[in-house]
């Protein structure tokens, strides 16, 4: 089992960056693949960018080019990192964690996670 906490969010102004972090607790964070989701008021959780055990990531169409996902196995720790923030970036974040036995392979899907953060919110004013 694993258990998340993330933090960093805050209020920021249109075209800033921010760091999210999501600090895990537990065994073997090694083994698990990552994900950053989001919700916004009125809308379902949606995929923002994911990474494998292995380090190769993806990112949804909406932040790509803007936002990456890092992570450090020795310290337990996955990043988000956003830049060029957009009003439409406000929402709830949320770190998630799935094992598995694959190196590779980003997990995409809600479902197939397993563990979930409580989430940290992100405004941003235009």
């Known amino acids: 089992q694993v258990q998340l906490v993330e933090s960093g969010g805050g209020l920021v102004q249109a075209g800033d960056s921010l760091r999210l972090s999501c600090t895990a607790s537990?065994?073997?964070?090694?083994?698990?693949?990552m994900g950053w989701f989001r919700q916004s008021p009125g809308k379902e959780r949606e995929f923002v960018v994911g990474?494998?055990?292995?380090?190769?990531?993806h990112s949804a169409d909406s932040v790509k080019g803007r936002f990456t996902i890092s992570r450090d196995n020795d310290k337990k720790m996955v990043y988000l990192q956003m830049n060029s923030l957009k009003p439409e970036d406000t929402a709830v974040y949320y770190c998630?964690?799935?094992?598995?036995?694959?190196?590779?392979?980003?997990?995409?899907?809600?479902?197939?996670?397993?563990?979930w953060g409580q989430g940290t919110q992100v405004t941003v004013s235009s």
């Open positions: 998630a964690a799935k094992a598995t036995i694959l190196s590779v392979g980003v997990v995409l899907a809600e479902s197939d996670y397993a563990y």
């Open positions: 990474i494998s055990r292995s380090g190769s990531t």
């Open positions: 537990g065994h073997s964070f090694s083994r698990y693949a």
